[in-house]
């Protein structure tokens, strides 16, 4: 085939894929933007997996009127001044301003929203670059919309895992967010029944709500400088690290196995070899120490001090 420049259409659906190559994608990017709206209550739906409904509801501060229209637009963000610096010292969860646009390409977009001093609520429909607004009413906050994921991308859509492995990743990934961020209210609901719900607590609180109260009763309160959460008693282990969660700064990451070790170290000879303890760990650094702008699902956070985190965490567990 020669050498082509393909046309912007076909560019961006490519590019799209990039932020959201399947429904789980949209359940972490809506979760992020309500979460960085400052939302106290996130409901989350989904059906057939995702592909025929994804909606998040959050009672955080909304968009206003004026700027609605931009919201669905590529590289379009309130939460990045636009100069190189800032780029560096990311406070929020999102950046890229690329979530809304992506699953406005990759399926239906619908948003309505409303700041809680503003009088009447926006609507926004977005499909492709077509986006329309209405004014509508409705109560404070975002409630986000995304049906028919990758309905007009048939590749995409044939490569699709199974409705039920879609929804086991996507319980798991909300109960991450709930363990991290145990003070909000959460609920999941799939094909209408209800699948994790959660009350504002602490993080045992949490661990109850995510897997139940025989292992919330036998956690250990982890509380030090830049490391909050709860570790495991010794007599509750599993042989897999499966239940060991960490986040910086609000994110729930996929941990380095530096910080794993460092906490496995921290019971120091309290537990089995080969075993790994349940974790929930908050960890907090400077903006500057920390890039989460390396991978397209930002799952993964360079940390500038990694030795030195670890040494925080292995220390505040030997604590617990
Ligand atoms: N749930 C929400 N509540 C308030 N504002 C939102 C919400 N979702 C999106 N927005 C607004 O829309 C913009 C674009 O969102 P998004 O495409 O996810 O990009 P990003 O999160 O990287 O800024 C955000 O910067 C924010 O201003
Ligand atoms: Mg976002």
Not at 47 to 60: C, Q
Not at 265 to 283: M, N, R, Y
Not at 300 to 320: C, E, M, N, T
Request: with cysteine; glycine share 8%.
């Amino acid at each position: 085939m020669p050498i082509q420049v393909l046309p912007p259409h076909v560019a961006r659906l490519i590019a799209a894929g990039e932020v959201v190559s399947r429904p789980l994608d949209v359940v972490r990017e809506l979760v992020d933007n309500a979460l960085d709206a400052g939302a106290s209550r996130i409901d989350i739906e989904v059906e057939a997996g995702g592909l025929s409904l994804i909606r998040v509801r959050d009672n955080g501060a909304g968009i206003p009127a004026d700027a609605v229209a931009l919201a669905p637009a590529r590289h379009a963000t309130s939460k990045l001044a636009p100069d190189t610096g800032a780029a560096l010292r990311v406070t929020t969860l999102g950046f890229r301003g690329e979530a809304l646009w992506a699953a406005a390409q990759a399926g239906e977009l619908h948003l309505v929203t409303r700041p809680a001093a503003q009088v009447g609520a926006a609507e926004v429909t977005a499909l492709g670059d077509e986006v329309t607004v209405r004014r509508t009413s409705a109560p404070a906050g975002t409630t986000v919309t995304v049906r028919n994921l990758f309905a007009r991308l048939p590749a995409r859509l044939r490569t699709q895992a199974p409705a039920a492995a879609e929804v086991r990743d996507i319980t798991a990934l909300v109960g991450r967010y709930v363990l991290h961020h145990p003070g909000l209210s959460w609920r999941l609901t799939v094909d209408g029944e209800a699948r994790l719900t959660h009350a504002p607590a602490d993080h045992r609180g949490a661990v109850a709500s995510v897997y139940g109260p025989l292992s919330a009763n036998r956690v250990l309160v982890v509380e030090a400088e830049g490391v909050r959460g709860v570790v495991s008693r010794p007599e509750l282990t599993r042989a897999r690290r499966d239940r060991m969660h960490f986040s910086v700064n609000g994110r729930p990451i996929l941990a380095p196995p530096e910080l794993e070790r460092a906490v496995i170290e921290g019971f120091a000879a309290l537990l089995p070899s080969g075993v790994a303890p349940l974790c929930v760990l908050d960890l907090s650094v400077a903006p500057e120490d920390h890039n989460p702008n390396v991978h397209p699902a930002k799952q993964v956070v360079a940390l500038a001090d990694l030795p030195g985190v670890a040494a925080r965490v292995r220390a505040a567990v030997a604590g617990a």
